[in-house]
């Protein structure tokens, strides 16, 4: 695959486990991946670079990934970029709140493995 063809991803985890799996699972799916542990780091991180898509952790320490979804909402150069909440949160009504925040995706962890390339695949 040509480099100008693959997708790139940031992932804000704060979860070094998390963190690795997930980067883990996307560079073995040849997508270039760019990685945050938290809101400023990844803000930083977006005046420098435009990835194709977000995998966003909502409960970071700090700035929690609504906020910083918000941010990245209000940023003209951001405002298109996808972003998917990637969460622990697994109530119904979490999901539901996520949706309506207008993320493109909810994705719960822990992951399953299988699901969450194909789920990436569609999205980004």
């Not at 804000?12 to 990685?35: A, G, R, T, W, Y």
């Not at 977006?46 to 990245?72: A, C, T």
């Amino acid at each position: 695959m040509v480099e100008e063809d693959k997708k790139t991803i940031l992932v804000v985890e704060d979860n070094p486990l998390n963190m690795k799996l997930i980067v883990d699972l996307l560079e073995l799916n040849d997508f270039i991946v760019l990685k945050a542990d938290d809101g400023e780091s990844a803000l930083e991180i977006l005046k420098r670079s435009l990835p194709d898509l977000i995998l966003l952790d909502i409960q970071l320490p700090g700035m929690d990934g609504f906020e910083l979804f918000r941010r990245i909402r209000e940023d003209q150069g951001l405002d298109s970029v996808k972003v998917a909440a990637l969460t622990a949160l697994a109530m119904k009504e979490d999901e539901k709140k996520i949706m309506d925040a207008g993320f493109v995706a909810y994705i719960p962890k822990p992951i399953d493995t299988k699901a969450f390339i194909k789920e990436i695949k569609e999205i980004a």
